[in-house]
């Protein structure tokens, strides 16, 4: 079984310039997560999709991030303009329905703004 | 505000010398307390999840317990591909993941 793809692994952009990152969850997995680390720091939560629903953007930084998922498959994560604190690895995971069920992440999109 | 701290943050062992990783938390409900292994250039690989303060989990030279503050991943007789970032999440009120900075372990051969 797949597990969860993103795309691209790396990108490097100017500041600026837009960036759309692509995320194909499990099939299958309702839920559908965007999480982000900052070089030095933790893994953040940005946002979580229930299907094609947003259930929860509060980690969402400003309105320069737009996430969407089509259909309740695949997502997007656009930064318009993308500035130079944007930087970091940006990682999607997705679960099945249910309380009780652990997330499966993908390998991550390395986002450089320069 | 609900927080995960781990410690050490860096560990150093040579290969069959056991030793344990925490995890310490504050929530204010907790509804999953989750271990992840992370391989520089990927993505956090699932290990294992505890629900309840007792509970004890397995997985070859791994054994994560939880206390209701704290749990510690012991790792048994390391081997040199054990090497790897071990990342503690929990999650309280709802599904998003509440991580701590991780704990770099390499075992040398």
């Known amino acids: 079984e797949a597990g969860v793809t993103q795309f691209p692994s790396h990108s490097v952009i100017e500041k600026g310039q837009t960036v759309t990152l692509r995320c194909d969850p499990i099939?299958?997995?309702?839920?559908l997560y965007w999480y982000r680390r900052v070089m030095g720091k933790e893994i953040k939560f940005l946002l979580h999709?229930?299907?094609?629903?947003?259930?929860?953007e509060s980690g969402m930084p400003n309105n320069r991030f737009l996430a969407e998922r089509t259909g309740g498959t695949y997502s997007t994560l656009k930064v318009q303009p993308a500035e130079l604190e944007d930087s970091g690895v940006y990682f999607c995971a997705s679960s099945q329905s249910g309380t009780r069920t652990e997330a499966f992440f993908g390998q991550g999109t390395r986002l450089t703004v320069v | 505000e609900d927080q995960v701290t781990q410690s050490p943050e860096a560990l150093r062992l040579q290969e069959g010398e056991s030793s344990s990783l925490n995890c310490s938390y504050t929530?204010?409900?907790?509804?999953?307390l989750f271990w992840y292994r992370q391989d520089p250039g990927k993505g956090p690989e699932f290990l294992f999840t505890l629900y309840s303060a007792g509970e004890e989990k397995e997985k070859e030279r791994l054994k994560a317990t939880l206390t209701k503050k704290e749990s510690f991943l012991h790792i048994t007789a390391p081997k040199p591909e054990d090497s790897a970032t071990y990342l503690c999440?929990?999650?309280?009120?709802?599904?998003?993941?509440?991580f701590g900075t991780g704990t770099r372990l390499k075992v040398l051969a």
């Open positions: 999440a929990l999650t309280s009120g709802t599904y998003k993941y509440i």
């Open positions: 999709f229930v299907k094609e629903s947003k259930q929860d």
């Open positions: 929530v204010s409900g907790l509804r999953g």
């Open positions: 099939s299958g997995h309702d839920n």
